[in-house]
């Protein structure tokens, strides 16, 4: 039969007293895992691998049983975690870097447990009719600064109750931040759509025994969206109006005059990538192609927090350029297709509402003080009428060309 285990001491179990046989109980959980793994049974050999970890978290043996195991159930999302802890322990753990390398492939794909019930969500509204709703936009609410927290609760509790957020991203630098910044804005709003900004990916020292690296970070942060019922994929909100968020990162190809990454930059020194920074925006566009072949019609609204075009209004000083946008972004945005295309991004402290060949591009950008304005709002981007509010129309009128 398969080998038992020493239970774990009722005194460790406490905390009381050191479970002498800690160690070894992990070992033989791991290779009971392993072997359920070659049987396929995934159910199994996860049940395994998860009580080798909670013996001994510091193992890093522990940590790939566990990943494979989550890979092997369709967890892709939670194995990449996994891996990622394990080469946290050893950074040449083969097997570790193996793993994380293929949820790294397998991730675009979105064929985890999790991505299908995100999936789902698309068509919930598709029978709601058109005009029901509104759709608001904010950006860089840098909720972990106490007057924005002030001003997000602040939000009238009724009158958006049948409408819909559009969060660009830079929301605060931690996850208990966003915590409590997605859960304000989802009392107030219907539905909330969120996509991450470069301050989310930042790990602090808080947070590095959370997150072993920023992509870690990344579908953490996700699956707190999952929890608490923001959307982090495509959806239509009625039957003629679409959401769509997409994932970005910069380029320093989006500084023309200079093409070239700073080699002296500290821009998101506080991220850790597991494949090089200058190929993340790559990366990020690649999680969006599974969602631009969805039959789209009538208003499409998509998002990003970084600017897709170059033409779009941002503080250009120093080499602020270089970490600005990426404009590859800007080649999805027009794969999707409707009758009116709206695209709200984030990142530029410059507010602004531009037409670009038959794009209307908006920025509400909120800022780290941006609780202190008594008249401070989120900005209505549709109006649930089949039109943009007046105050968009009217920048849709001034086309840059």
Known sequence: GWAVPPAEPPAAASGSAPDEHAFLRCVLLCNR?????????????????????????????????????????????????AFARALALGANNAVALKGRQACISLLPCWSSWAARQRH????????????????????????????????????DDFR?????????GNMCDTSNALRRALTTFKSKFRRVFYV??????????????????????????????????????????????????????????????????????RADQHCRWPIPDTQVWKYMMKLNSVHLAHPYHGTV??????????????????????????????DQVRALKGSRRIHVYGHSTKRGAEM?????YVNHYHGEDGGEDDGAEVLPVYDGAGGTTPLLQEASNCVVG
């Open 301 to 330: 609204i998509s998002f990003s927090h970084f600017l897709p075009n170059a033409r779009l209004p941002f503080a250009g000083h120093g080499s602020a350029a270089k970490t600005m946008g990426c404009e590859q972004l800007d």
């Open 196 to 265: 991450p900004g470069n301050h989310e990916h930042w790990i602090h020292q808080g947070e590095a025994t959370k997150y072993s690296d920023s992509l870690a970070k990344f579908i953490g942060l996700l699956g707190m969206c999952d929890e608490l019922g923001v959307d982090v994929f495509p959806a239509a909100v009625c039957e003629d109006t679409f959401i769509v968020p997409l994932f970005s990162w910069y380029t320093a190809e989006f500084d023309s005059a200079d093409p070239f990454p700073d080699p002296n930059s």
């Open 160 to 168: 958006y109750q049948e409408d819909v957020l559009i969060v660009a």
């Open 120 to 155: 789902r969500r698309f068509s919930v509204d598709l029978a709601r009719p058109s005009g029901s709703t509104k759709v608001y936009a904010i950006g860089d609410v840098h909720f972990d600064h106490k007057c924005n927290e002030e001003w997000a609760h602040g939000l």
């Open 356 to 360: 670009i060949d038959g794009v209307l």
């Open 33 to 81: 895992s392993a072997a359920f793994a070659r049987l396929r049974s995934w159910a199994l050999a996860l049940a395994d691998a998860r009580q080798a970890v909670a013996a001994k978290a510091d193992f890093e043996k522990a940590h790939c049983r566990l990943g494979s195991a989550l890979l092997g159930s369709g967890l892709d999302e939670q194995a990449y975690a």
